[in-house]
């Protein structure tokens, strides 16, 4: 989880340094209220708000995620909205 925006998703499995993320992705996937108007996080990071909806986005996305089935996510190439 990072406070500037994004956050990245992991298999389960072990990882070594410099590993990337099978998904990074956008505060505002984890739902209202997690993300502040200036697309930083709007939550304490140890928060129950914010352990819920990665816990509901998990649940719901984790999965996809992992397998790539969502793509790569936010990876810095996307053109600005």
């Given amino acids: 989880m ?6 990245d998703v ?4 072990d990882r070594s340094h410099g590993d990337k993320p ?3 992705g956008q505060l505002a996937e984890l739902g209202p209220g997690i ?9 304490r990071p140890g ?3 914010l352990a ?6 998990s649940t ?3 999965e996809a995620a ?4 969502m793509g790569r996510g936010r990876d810095g190439n996307q053109a600005e909205a």
């Fill in 35 to 43: 993300r502040g108007l200036d697309d930083r996080l709007a939550v």
């Fill in 60 to 62: 719901n996305h984790g």
């Fill in 10 to 13: 992991y298999p389960s499995s």
């Fill in 2 to 7: 990072s406070s500037d925006g994004y956050f």
């Fill in 66 to 69: 992992v397998r790539g089935d």
């Fill in 22 to 24: 099978a998904y990074r």
């Fill in 52 to 57: 819920d909806a990665v816990s509901a986005w």
């Fill in 47 to 49: 928060s129950v708000a």
